[in-house]
């Protein structure tokens, strides 16, 4: 039979994997910060320029990096979608989770989606659209998922 520490380390082995990625991440191609100017407003009643400035964190092959993390966690969301799939027939209602995971992983993966097309779709000058629109498909996300 499966004892609890073989349950506790498929995540933990899924932790670790993440840490590895991470660290390699940032020995290998380390984020940088830098400044982006959006807008240069000149004012000449006030004598003034006005420049609409952000700082973005940036590294030379963030796209293949992002790329890496969303293809490896769309392949633990299709397990999960597997193993939901398989379990749908169990009769003992305790054990039979398969809607709820069904449930919370079409969720992830449609905000998941949508927060990743709006992250390279949406211009980078409207930081503030851009910041509430991903976030908020976190945070439909993750309170779908505790409130299932």
């Known amino acids: ?7 506790a380390a ?12 991470f660290t390699v991440w940032a020995l ?13 407003v000149e004012s000449i009643q006030k004598g003034s320029v006005e420049v609409n400035m952000a ?5 030379n092959f963030l796209t293949i990096w992002l ?4 293809g490896y966690k769309g392949f633990l969301l299709a397990f999960g979608i597997f193993f939901a799939w398989e379990t749908r027939a169990v009769h003992i209602e305790s054990l039979n989770d398969s809607k709820k995971i069904g449930i919370c ?5 449609v905000m998941g989606a949508l927060g990743v097309v709006m992250a390279f779709v949406l211009p980078a000058s409207e930081l503030n659209l851009r910041f509430l629109l991903i976030n908020g498909c976190i945070i ?7 409130v299932i």
């Open 67 to 70: 790329v890496t993390f969303v």
């Open 10 to 21: 498929v995540p933990l082995a899924l932790v670790v994997l993440d840490v590895i990625l």
């Open 140 to 146: 439909v996300c993750c309170t779908t998922a505790v």
């Open 105 to 109: 992983v079409y969720n992830t993966m």
């Open 55 to 59: 700082q973005t964190c940036h590294s």
């Open 28 to 40: 290998v191609d380390p984020m940088e910060l830098i400044n982006v100017k959006y807008a240069v």
């Open 1 to 7: 039979s499966i004892k609890d520490h073989q349950l």
